[in-house]
């Protein structure tokens, strides 16, 4: 392997630190903590659905429909699929590959790929911390209309609430009206929301949507406090659940007067759009934000993976079980807007609308209006709510693999139980997540969110591609898939992360600066300092790239020059068939450090002190002391790869 090459006294691709020998309080929790094991999915249909129900979300219910429809209908499933088989099973199919080897969270498994780059396992740790503290206030909404879809009316269907704006309400919708809104728009904007004239006014708490939000959080933790022991046999349930409802409504749908309408409006194909380039970037941002690369989700639930798991099998069934939910999800909704267009004799395209309006607004009014609405809409409502659930156990369980993996023993010794550190991840989401259920937090909501998904989610990725497919290569990536699978990936996934997928996201890189608007909630434009603070909230993922580069460079010496080539080896362990056998510990917390490595000191022959690094994966027996190891042991020692049996070498260092 490349990363053995070079003086053994000065190791490349590591950083030093001296070890202390009078941390022995340090070393007895790191040699209690090598007794655990990884723990790993009870099978493989359940890291499957758990990887589903990730990649299946509300955005497959409010934004493929309208993207569809408005960029070309049938016409846009073409760049649709290109892009999925040209970006996105290739990339995920690279990132379950990352978790799977390595057995390691994004922080760690990035961080020996690539140490120049490592800051990127850490930036996807915080965007996807940062996306968990508000996407469970969807989950919040959910639940109030849930709750509120058991009267003998729905709420929503009606201008006699106190609510209600009457001079400018209309029970059905208002088409081109400018001055009228529906009662489920009035709805949504004075009952949920009790929304401000904008963020500079927050309006207090608005405590059902508190009470709401507590309730979301008491879910999620109930369905993650064991880890994946716990979140691989919900998702048996939260993931199966909505196809249930979706065909339910389907073919309910397609029996209502108007429905066919709908969905012409849905698939007829604008052949023209194929030649607008704005097209195929949506095409390509669409299934790269659906499938969720660069959030480190998937790299982490992989790493729960057995070593020989088939995870190419995998990525397949993913990819095209998303691709078939977002288009029956399209005609779900369309349908049932070809049916409202038909009872209030009104164009589809003034009742199609984007993101969650779609869900809150639109789709409310047409269950108003449906036979047996009082079955369907609690049905719809709590369909919502699973798709949501799944996708928030893998965001919040990202942030706790980083924090099991780089503190265990620490936090363990406060903690004492793993279920307690779920609790405290989940009470600080809560907390973060509070200002998006005051008055204003629909502002607040929509600056995050665009901020947070839209700008650092392609800055990320880009650079999690640079460092994987280009800087660690595609040899050494097709080496890792070979050690698992026995075989080499075929030419079209070498092809594709070498050049195609790379240059893909560069130009959604590239087109969204270019194209960039600022964040907006309807008509309502942000002040300055609220667009500061957005750029503030982009920074708090991005910033680790470059800070995590520095120290890399930094922490070694030499020119310029060789420090740079020195940061950009690997130091992952590809030459054993099962690095991480199971019988021993496959992840000890301490054991990978995201700056630093280990390092000793002995003496050399002549007698003076020398440090030198000993490979992780060193083979030394418990009770070799370190006098009676020859030169030749120390060299044979030194070049192997690093591993993780750093425990047996701290061992033997304070043996001596």
Known sequence: MEVGAGDPKTRPGEGHYALNPLDFE??????????????????????????????????????????????GGGAFMIPYFTMMFLCGIPLLFMEFSIGQYTRLGPVHALAKIC???????????????????????????????????????????????????????????????????SASQQFFDHSLLQKTSGIEESGGIRWELFGCLILSWVIVYLCIFKGIKSTGKVVYFTVVFPYFVLFALLINNVQLPGAKNGI???????????????????????????????????????????????????????????????ILAGFVIFSAIGYMAHIHNLPVENIATDGPGLVFVVYPEVLSTMPVFQ???????????????????????VAITFIKDEFGPQVQRFLKREELLTLAMCIVCFILGIPHVTKGGIYVFQLMDHYTAVVSLVFLAFFEIVAVCWIFGVPRLCLMVKRMHGKTPNIYFR????????????????????????????????????????????????????????????????SLLQRLKTAIIST???????????????????SETLFTSVAYQTRSLEGGMTQLELPLSASLTPGLTLSSVTPGELERGLAEDRGHNIIRIIRIILLC
Request: net charge negative; charged share 10%.
């Open 264 to 326: 012409l409006y849905f698939v007829t194909p604008v052949w023209g759009k194929l030649f607008e380039v704005k097209v195929w970037v949506n095409a390509a941002a669409q299934v790269f934000n659906s499938i969720g690369i660069a959030f480190g989700s998937m790299i982490s639930m992989a790493s729960y993976n057995k070593f020989s798991n088939n995870i190419m099998r995998d990525a397949l069934i993913v990819s095209i079980t998303n691709s078939f939910t977002s």
């Open 572 to 590: 992952i362990d590809l030459d054993a068939d099962d690095p991480l056998p199971e019988k021993q510990n496959l992840d000890n917390p301490a």
């Open 115 to 181: 140490p120049l780059l490592k800051g990127v396992g850490l930036a996807t740790v915080v965007i996807s911390f940062v996306y968990s503290t508000y996407y469970n206030v969807l989950m919040s909404w959910a639940l109030f209309y849930f709750f509120n879809s058991f009267g003998a009316t729905l709420p929503w269907t009606s201008c006699n609430n106190t609510w209600n704006a009457v001079g400018n309400c209309s029970s059905g919708f208002a088409g081109n009206s400018t001055h009228l809104q």
């Open 495 to 558: 092809v594709c992360w070498l050049l195609l997928s790379p240059l893909l996201v560069l130009c959604i890189l590239i087109f969204s600066i270019v194209q960039y608007t600022p964040a907006h909630y309807g008509k309502y434009t942000y002040p300055e300092w609220a667009e500061g603070v957005g750029w503030g909230i982009s920074l708090v993922s991005i910033v680790w790239i470059p800070l995590g580069a520095i120290q890399e460079i930094c922490s070694h010496k030499g």
């Open 375 to 397: 079955l369907w809409a609690p049905l719809f409502f709590f369909m919502l709510l699973c798709l949501g659930l799944d996708s928030q156990f893998a965001n919040v369980e």
């Open 26 to 71: 340090v070393v007895a929790e790191r040699t209690v903590g090598a007794e655990a094991q990884r723990p790993t999915w009870s099978g493989r249909l359940e890291f499957i659905l758990a990887t589903v129900g990730y990649a299946v979300g509300l955005g497959n219910v409010w934004r493929f429909p309208y993207l569809c429809y408005s960029s």
